[in-house]
C-alpha cells in the first residue's frame, strides 16, 4: 500500500520561528511536491522536487525553501514563519512522466501565532 | 489567472440521486485530467483520471466526461451515497514529465440521507 507520511499532524509556531515540515514517501518515486490548501484558495504548489538534490519553484514559493536529500524524503523550511502563513501543507510525490496521479499524505495544520 | 476552475463553491444532493461536479479549463496545454476527493483533516485521495484522448472513463460509481472542444470536464456519481460528502478537486496536466498538477479551487459536495 503506498505511502507518505508527514511528520506533524499539528504545529503551532510563533511569529519568527524557523519551521521544519518533513515528508517521506515509501514509493520509490521521482517526484515531491509540497502545496498548501487554504479555503476558496484550493490547492497551491509551492515547491517541488524531481530528483534528489534538484527542486523548482512553484507557483507561491516566497517565504519558502525545500531540502530534498535522499529520494524518499523532501522537506519544507519556513525561515521565518508569519500569521500568513497559517494553513494546511500537504506532501505529496508521484511517478515521472506526466501520466500519473499523485498520492498526498495527511497533512500538516500549521498555526503561526 | 485561474487556469482550472471549479465555479461552484458547493453542491446539495439527496442520497440515491445523481450528483455532477463541473470542472472548465484554459489551457490548451492540458493533455490529462484528474478528480481528487478531499475529507476535513485527510490529504486528498485520487479517484479517477482521463487522458485527452479519450471523452469518457468509468470506475464503479464514479464517471468522468472530457469535452476538449468546450473545455469542459465533468464527474458523474451514481448512485451518491452520504460518504460521498467532501470537498472534490479537479486537477490538470500538462504531460510535463514532473507531473505537475494545476488545481480548481474544489466544490463541497454534501449527500443528505
Known amino acids: 500500500d503506498v505511502k507518505v507520511t508527514q511528520s506533524s499532524r499539528y504545529l503551532v509556531k510563533r511569529t519568527g520561528e524557523k519551521v521544519f515540515l518533513e515528508c517521506v514517501q515509501d514509493?520509490?518515486?521521482?517526484?515531491m511536491f509540497w502545496y498548501r490548501q487554504d479555503p476558496g484558495l484550493g490547492l497551491r504548489l509551492i515547491y517541488f522536487?524531481?530528483?534528489?538534490?534538484?527542486?523548482e519553484k512553484g507557483d507561491i514559493p516566497e517565504g519558502y525553501s525545500v531540502s530534498r536529500e535522499k529520494k524518499e524524503r523532501f522537506s519544507l523550511i519556513l525561515e521565518s514563519a508569519s500569521t500568513n502563513q497559517t494553513s494546511m501543507y500537504l506532501c505529496?510525490?508521484?511517478?515521472?512522466?506526466?501520466?500519473?496521479?499523485?498520492?498526498f499524505g495527511p497533512g500538516t495544520r500549521l498555526t503561526v501565532t | 489567472d485561474q487556469q482550472v476552475k471549479q465555479n461552484s463553491p458547493s453542491l446539495s444532493v439527496q442520497e440515491g440521486r445523481i450528483s455532477i461536479l463541473n470542472c472548465d479549463y484554459t489551457?490548451?496545454?492540458?493533455?490529462?485530467f484528474l478528480w481528487y476527493k478531499k475529507y476535513p483533516a485527510e490529504g486528498p485521495t485520487f479517484l479517477i483520471s482521463?487522458?485527452?484522448?479519450?471523452d469518457k472513463n468509468e470506475d464503479g460509481r464514479f464517471t468522468v466526461f472530457l469535452n476538449k472542444s468546450a473545455k469542459h470536464l465533468s464527474l458523474h456519481i451514481v448512485p451518491s451515497q452520504p460518504g460521498d460528502s467532501a470537498v472534490y478537486f479537479c486537477?490538470?496536466?500538462?504531460?510535463?514529465?514532473?507531473?505537475?498538477?494545476?488545481f480548481g479551487k474544489g466544490t463541497m459536495l454534501l449527500v443528505s440521507p
Open positions: 505529496a510525490s508521484s511517478l515521472t512522466g506526466g501520466r500519473y496521479e499523485q498520492y
Open positions: 514509493m520509490d518515486h521521482e517526484n
Open positions: 522536487s524531481y530528483d534528489v538534490k534538484m527542486k
Open positions: 489551457n490548451s496545454m492540458f493533455d490529462y
Open positions: 482521463i487522458s485527452s484522448i479519450k
Open positions: 486537477a490538470a496536466s500538462a504531460g510535463s514529465g514532473y507531473s505537475t498538477l494545476t
